[in-house]
């Protein structure tokens, strides 16, 4: 029902800043709990943020908290991750995942709750 693209990857210096967007398409895109996991080289898959079918709700993962910001433009069918101020433990593949879910304010946490996924975008972080 709904197909995900992620980009806005790269390397970046610690410290520095990156905006990754997920371009959603397929319809009723507003029904979809939205969020971000992200995993590193040998890691499991961890929970970054997430984002409730309206916006109004966003949970982050005490790791990145205070540093990124999810959102979501339901016109434009895109899922936003402000990542600032970046550390080296940032460095991972991004992955923008989608929930079907009744329930406007349901904000995921697991990965094996969502119901479908992008591929990913590489973020690279130096110390």
């Known amino acids: 029902q709904v197909q995900l693209v992620e980009s806005g990857g790269g390397l970046v210096q610690a410290g520095d800043s990156l905006r990754l967007s997920c371009v959603a398409s397929?319809?009723?895109?507003?029904?979809?709990?939205v969020a971000w996991f992200r995993q590193a080289s040998g890691k499991e898959r961890e929970f970054v943020a997430a984002?409730?079918?309206?916006?109004?709700?966003?949970i982050y993962a005490d790791s990145v908290k205070g540093r990124f910001t999810i959102s979501r433009d339901n016109v434009k069918n895109t899922v936003t991750l402000q990542m600032n101020s970046l550390k080296p433990e940032d460095r991972a593949v991004y992955y923008c995942?989608?929930?079907?879910?009744?329930?406007?304010?349901?904000?995921?946490?697991?990965?094996?709750?969502?119901?479908?996924w992008g591929k990913g975008t590489l973020v690279t972080v130096s110390s």
């Open positions: 984002v409730s079918r309206s916006g109004g709700i966003t």
């Open positions: 995942a989608a929930a079907l879910s009744g329930a406007q304010n349901y904000t995921p946490r697991t990965a094996g709750g969502m119901d479908y």
């Open positions: 397929g319809r009723t895109f507003s029904a979809f709990a």
